[in-house]
């Protein structure tokens, strides 16, 4: 007997179909950039100046200049080529300086700024009281604020501390950013309470009960953390633009932008290498930065 599919459940793999092929076609527009990117980096110099030359030029006074001609998008090099990354790597050191300064300023805030989020929200997700609630009102507020909002007062307390133009006057205010204590305490709330009453009846500390229970049912938020946190100062512009003078303390993501005004090859390849600390990032913890963020560290049903 021949069996009759019913219209709701054909309407239903119709709009997943489309569904489907809508985001394959997002995905593929998200990526083309990055690949673009990836394989010019391997193009020789005289390959892009006849492909994306244009784009590029200037007149006198280093202003640019707008030239209406067709531009040769090229997904594949003619020839392979690695003279960028040879010269990005042993021929010309600032490419690297800046890069060290970029991991100078990130690392010690990702590291520290998880530290004091742990702790902070382990005591906004165990204590109880009037003054907490407030605490953690006035820590959901600041998050909601832009950067660009309190640049002015951390850039008077800077002076007034004598960190202007240090890189402490970047990492201080990264370290206690609310940001990662928001989401820490709220996935330390998912953790039931009588796993906490259960541990302090058998006698257990706040530092084992932290230690013990609540640190390994919230890794996988802490990974989520680590890898938020290390990208949002990775790619940060108004910090060091703002607090910092000396551009021998820029960091890449600032420098990145002065490349394209000369070797538009060299630009091709320091993005890259740029980009290369972020990718393998997500790819290697793909699992955990999504498991942390729908979780929240909570119990799976």
């Not at 007997?1 to 709701?8: A, L, T, V, W």
């Not at 010309?92 to 890069?99: S, V």
Request: proline share 5%; net charge positive.
């Amino acid at each position: 007997m021949k069996r009759i599919r019913s219209p709701q459940k054909t309407a239903e793999k119709l709009l997943l179909a489309v569904m489907t092929l809508f985001a394959a076609v997002a995905s593929v527009i998200f990526l083309l950039p990055t690949v673009l990117t990836i394989t010019n980096s391997f193009m020789a110099q005289s390959e892009i100046n006849a492909n994306y030359g244009v784009v590029f030029s200037s007149v006198s006074g280093g202003s640019k200049t707008f030239i209406s001609e067709k531009v040769n998008l090229k997904f594949i090099p003619d020839i392979v080529s690695f003279s960028q990354y040879f010269s990005v790597l042993f021929k010309t050191p600032d490419y690297l300086l800046k890069f060290w300064n970029s991991v100078i300023l990130t690392v010690p805030v990702v590291i520290f700024q998880t530290a004091v989020a742990l702790f902070a929200s382990y005591g906004f997700a165990r204590l109880t009281g009037k003054l907490k609630e407030i605490l953690f009102f006035f820590y959901i507020v600041l998050m909601l604020m832009p950067y660009q909002v309190t640049l002015v007062p951390n850039y008077l307390v800077a002076d007034k501390l004598g960190l202007l133009n240090t890189r402490w006057a970047i990492i201080l205010p990264g370290i206690f950013s609310p940001f990662a204590v928001f989401l820490l305490t709220k996935a330390m709330k998912r953790i039931p309470k009588t796993y906490f009453e259960a541990a302090m009846l058998d006698g257990a500390s706040e530092l084992q009960i932290f230690t013990n229970i609540c640190f390994p049912m919230v890794r996988s938020a802490v990974f989520s953390v680590l890898m938020l946190v290390f990208i949002d100062y990775w790619n940060m512009v108004e910090q060091p633009l703002i607090l910092l003078n000396d551009e021998q303390m820029h960091p890449l993501s600032i420098f990145l932008s002065k490349i394209n005004t000369g070797d538009t090859g060299l630009a091709f390849a320091v993005a890259v290498i740029y980009m290369t600390p972020s990718l393998l990032m997500f790819l290697y913890g793909e699992e955990y930065l999504v498991e942390g963020i729908t979780y929240s560290g909570g119990i799976k049903g």
